[in-house]
């Protein structure tokens, strides 16, 4: 049983020779690994997903920003501390105990299989644009199954492979994110962009309502963190990562939205499902613009998947080694937990079946609601972990304005985390909470094992002895 608040032993690395198609990550690829998980399919589609608020959702990337910056940094001190594979669950695990890191786990787990199932979906939108496939609701839900699955085939070959084509896509990526970002800017008209606040309601409540849909667009900043066990120099390597990773993104965000804003009418983008082809024919005119835009969109977000579904193993894979997951996800092949990369990928597809089949319009929101609520427990879990750790005296001082910074960029981290979850909406902490309630009888299941386990070994009675005899 881990005690709260020590840093436990690493757990014993698993049988088996990783071999040549296993190769540790630098900091290119670190960076490269956080850049391409944070942009991937969001930023393609969220300029849609936005537009019905107005212009406020600009105000909201803006704050929002702010707090990425500060998990960003958050991370980047907790990885130096504690540099094992894991990212939040270990942070938790470390500071709280085995229920905390559990959850933390748990919910970051259901955050990246839901955000695959929802980046498929997104990838769809961009596929239509190249060859027809949403006039049927099953052709589209037969390429998200494809999209999901040819990821999941790269993973299974090794992370020397996941590592190739995370760099490749994040260098194709930028391409129509920069012509649009910095090319728009010499299209820009101001009569596009619709009204300030148009969803009716406040500007606060617009800009909460906003930013947790636009949270979908920042979820990747702890990738260097989880694959911490496959970054070279760990402690060094994963800040540092973090930090330029989420701040090139959040810049290429920004200046990418605004000019999606400013070439595509507002009443137009409200619908659109592939904005920045829209915004590119509408640039230079035709279609051939938006086509290629498209299938850089598909490299993108296709890398994108290729990155999430190594997160979503990393996460069970640490928590199996503490016996908080079933023991099958512990296993590797090739650098790669192959039963968590295989498990995350079936439910991602069951979930995007289950969207297409339900008839809904908004399949992409609504995952994006979802996974802005879980994701929001590990990533609060993780500040709470370093608060912890700065007010306890167990964080390493240097200072103490060094304390007294750490300490702020935690509570603005911590600040930020409790806005989104009251920003995603009842309806995403409603099904959010159903998914932590499954959970924790996860969580009884593995405890009460890993309890009769410890007893066997050690030879004591399964049930207390009343030594009065009654």
């Known amino acids: 049983m881990h005690v709260p608040g020590t840093v436990p032993p690493p757990a014993p690395a698993p049988a088996g020779d990783p071999g040549r198609h296993s190769r540790r990550f630098g900091l290119p690829v670190a960076t490269a690994l956080v850049m391409g998980n944070i942009i991937g399919g969001g930023i393609f589609l969220l300029p849609a997903s936005v537009a019905p608020f107005g212009t406020v959702s600009l105000l909201a990337f803006g704050v929002l920003t702010v707090g990425a910056i500060a998990l960003a940094l958050v991370f980047g001190r907790l990885a130096a501390r504690d540099p094992r594979t894991g990212g939040p669950y270990v942070y938790a695990r470390e500071a709280f105990g085995d229920f905390a890191g559990f959850l933390a786990a748990w919910a970051y787990w259901i955050t990246t299989w839901v955000s695959n199932a929802a980046l498929a979906v997104a990838a769809v939108g961009y596929l239509d644009v190249l060859i027809p496939v949403n006039d049927h609701r099953w052709t589209a839900c037969l390429a998200a199954l494809v999209l999901q699955w040819l990821p999941a085939l790269s993973n299974f070959a090794g992370t020397r492979y996941v590592g190739a084509v995370q760099v490749v896509s994040t260098v194709l990526k930028f391409a129509p994110l920069l012509l649009v970002a910095v090319g728009g800017l010499f299209f820009f008209d101001a009569g596009n962009l619709g009204p300030f606040n148009a969803s009716g309601g406040g500007a606060i409540g617009a800009v909460s309502a906003s930013a947790a849909i636009l949270l979908f667009s920042y979820l990747g900043v702890e990738s260097a963190a989880v694959s911490a066990g496959e970054v070279k120099d760990p402690r060094r390597t994963v800040g540092r990562a973090t930090v330029i990773g989420t701040a090139g993104a959040a810049l290429v965000y920004l200046l990418g939205t605004l000019s999606v804003f400013g070439t595509v009418a507002h009443d137009r983008l409200v619908h659109s499902s592939a904005p920045f082809s829209d915004a590119v024919n509408a640039m230079f005119g035709g279609s051939w613009g938006g086509w290629a835009v498209a299938l850089a969109a598909l490299v ?68 994006v609601l979802v996974t802005t609520f879980t994701a929001t427990v590990p990533y609060l879990l993780a500040t709470a972990a370093q608060l912890f750790h700065l007010l306890s005296g167990r964080a390493e001082r240097v200072d103490r304005a060094r304390l007294v910074r750490d300490a702020v960029v935690a509570s603005v981290a911590a600040a930020f985390s409790l806005w989104l979850v009251a920003g995603a909406g009842y309806a995403a902490v409603y099904q959010g909470v159903l998914f932590l309630f499954a959970g924790v009888l996860v969580y009884a299941v593995m405890a009460g094992r890993r309890g009769h386990r410890a007893r066997s070994a050690t030879g004591a009675p399964p049930f207390p002895v009343d030594r009065a005899g009654v």
């Open 300 to 367: 993108s977000m296709t890398g994108c998947l290729n990155g999430w579904t190594l997160l979503s193993a990393q996460t069970p894979y640490a928590a199996a080694r503490d016996g908080l997951f079933p023991a099958a996800f512990a296993r590797k092949r090739r650098g790669v937990p192959t039963v968590g990369v295989g498990v995350t990928v079936v439910l991602a597809s069951l979930l995007t079946v289950y969207n297409y089949t339900s008839g809904s319009a908004k399949v992409f929101e609504i995952l």
